[in-house]
């Protein structure tokens, strides 16, 4: 299992509910998290073959920008 972390700028609960239609077709539901009280916003995804610019597509796609986190 790999976990890939990014820095979002996905920062409350209604911008997680915008996102969660891509994500969960991506990379599955219950496969990723959205921590909104980190400063970087840091999107976490756990799984198998994880594609990092998948994610990226997938949250860009939803009108947000992903990068990986340092």
């Known amino acids: 299992m790999e976990t890939l972390k990014l820095k979002t700028n996905i920062n409350c609960s209604g911008c997680v509910?915008?996102?969660?239609?891509?994500?969960n077709e991506t990379v599955g539901e219950n496969n990723w998290k959205v921590?909104?009280?980190?400063?970087?916003?840091?999107?976490?995804?756990?799984?198998?073959?994880?594609?990092?610019?998948?994610?990226?597509?997938?949250?860009e796609k939803a009108g947000f920008k992903a990068q990986e986190a340092a």
């Open 17 to 23: 509910a915008k996102v969660t239609p891509s994500l």
């Open 35 to 59: 921590d909104t009280q980190n400063p970087n916003k840091i999107l976490t995804i756990s799984g198998t073959g994880v594609n990092k610019n998948e994610v990226i597509k997938a949250v």
